[in-house]
């Protein structure tokens, strides 16, 4: 299936992730959050553990269609493989260090001590999954595909149930991912959003998180393959519900948990991927309701650009003072805060600032401008 011909249905999925993950990342304030847009904070599920999930699964579906090109030519292959991961990560861990900078209590500006900064993130686990991914689909079909995607996800069980504690292997302080990283990194290079040093985009969480981009090439795969749209619908709406019926069942054993990446949140999450792209395909290829759809495709089309470029945009808000304020919190004082309930206002700055960076995806789009990797 050529390009022209693939489903819409993916090219929104894709964009309406990068929409989702810019407003959850994003809000007024972050202590007044609905609790759909921010992460649980332990074991559970959010709308908002969905959307990095979604991202690895979308990277699958576009590995499935540009991987063709390169397939036959090995070198070609491994050079571009390497050469994106390597930049994708590379640019991840640049964002954890931007702006470069900060202001000392003394009030001068002072340059970042590099060796402190962050190791993981977002684009540091998309670097690391795409790669491996990457290997596995150069020379497995799609059966063996599969089966090493079950086998991933039953190790890194085994894994994190035989090195955790006893007491509690998937605790915060007692999982195996945080004792690994603490063996490797100082603590200054983990994240310490939970109180402690751990990162939840350590190396051992993402061995399951491999798996949420082989499901997404497999569904792209599939996808290419299955010319009647009807039956891709009604296919991917009962293996949706039967992962997300699997991943319940999972969970009495091993918790649906996004900063440990548990094998059942692997399951969970591609069950709702699922889900969501079937009625995707029910609204948009079947019943042709396409008129809405410009908006995530424009996001779509430059999904890494637009999301490192939000990252950046919002770090600049915080940097620059305004009579010893940020703008950041000028902006939501004054235009969001001074006439809504705080909850309120933290979401409409979100939806803003979603709005912003889509309306410069849609510059880009205008003008042809695409930046891949």
Known sequence: ???????????????????????????????NIYAQFEHSVWHGFTITDLVFPTFLFVVGNAMSFSIKKFQDRDSTYFLKLFKRSFIIFIIGWLLNAFPFFYRADSGNWEIINFWDVRFFGVLQRIAFCYFAAGLIVKYLSVRNISIIGVFLLFLYWGLMYFFGDSADPYSLTGNASLKLDIAIFRPENLYHGFGI?????????????IVNVLAGYLVGLYIQKTKNKSKAFYTLLVIGLLALILAQVWDLWFPINKPIWTSSYVIYSTGWDLLVLSILILFIELLNFKKWN?????????????????GIIISLFHLIH???????????????????????????????????????????????????V
């Open 1 to 31: 299936m050529s390009i022209k011909n693939r489903y819409t249905s993916l090219d929104v999925l894709r964009g309406l992730t990068i929409a989702l993950m810019i407003m959850v990342n994003t809000p007024g304030d972050w202590n």
């Open 197 to 209: 040093p751990f990162d939840p985009e350590g190396f051992l969480s993402t061995i399951p998180a």
């Open 294 to 310: 410009y908006f995530f495709i424009v996001f779509g089309r430059n999904p890494l650009f637009i999301y490192i470029l939000s």
């Open 322 to 372: 305004i009579n010893g304020v940020s703008v950041k919190i000028i902006i939501y004082n004054n235009i969001f805060l001074s006439w809504l309930d705080p909850l309120n206002a933290s979401l409409l700055f979100a939806v803003f600032y979603m709005l912003l960076l889509w309306l410069i995806a849609l510059i880009m789009d205008r003008k042809q401008i695409y930046i891949k």
